[in-house]
């Protein structure tokens, strides 16, 4: 049975900086491509960032390009989302997300993932 939990969300103000973790069981997330969305209320789920495959490629969305960056830890079976700079629209559900027959095309397609984590809240406010 797959399983992912995300932590790590909370608040905090324009220009700080989180980390989320995504760990997972029942699967691996060196075989895999793990996708971080998220969502706000009304609209759809965006992806955020990719990781797959032991070359470690990753895909960003242009809206966090140089400030988040997604890493793994394989002896761990976490991925990481570090997030700096952070702005008031990155307020959202993150969620983790799981393909264990490698990325979909587009990356950032959630309807082609197999596995979600319940989601965690980031919220950017002063």
């Known amino acids: 049975q797959v399983q992912l939990v995300e932590s790590g969300g909370g608040l905090v103000q324009p220009g700080g900086s989180l980390r989320l973790s995504c760990v997972a069981s029942?699967?691996?997330?060196?075989?895999?491509?793990v996708t971080w969305f998220r969502q706000v209320p009304g609209k759809g789920r965006e992806g955020v960032a990719c990781?797959?495959?032991?070359?470690?490629?990753?895909y960003y969305a242009d809206s966090v390009k140089g400030r988040f960056a997604i890493s793994r830890e394989n002896e761990k079976n976490t991925v990481h989302l570090q997030m700096d700079s952070l702005k008031i629209e990155d307020t959202a559900l993150y969620y983790c997300?799981?393909?264990?027959?490698?990325?979909?095309?587009?990356?950032?397609?959630?309807?082609?993932?197999?596995?979600w984590g319940k989601g965690i809240q980031v919220t950017v406010s002063s």
């Open positions: 990781i797959w495959n032991d070359m470690e490629v990753t």
């Open positions: 997300a799981i393909e264990d027959l490698g990325p979909p095309y587009p990356w950032s397609s959630p309807a082609d993932y197999d596995y």
């Open positions: 029942g699967v691996s997330v060196a075989d895999s491509a």
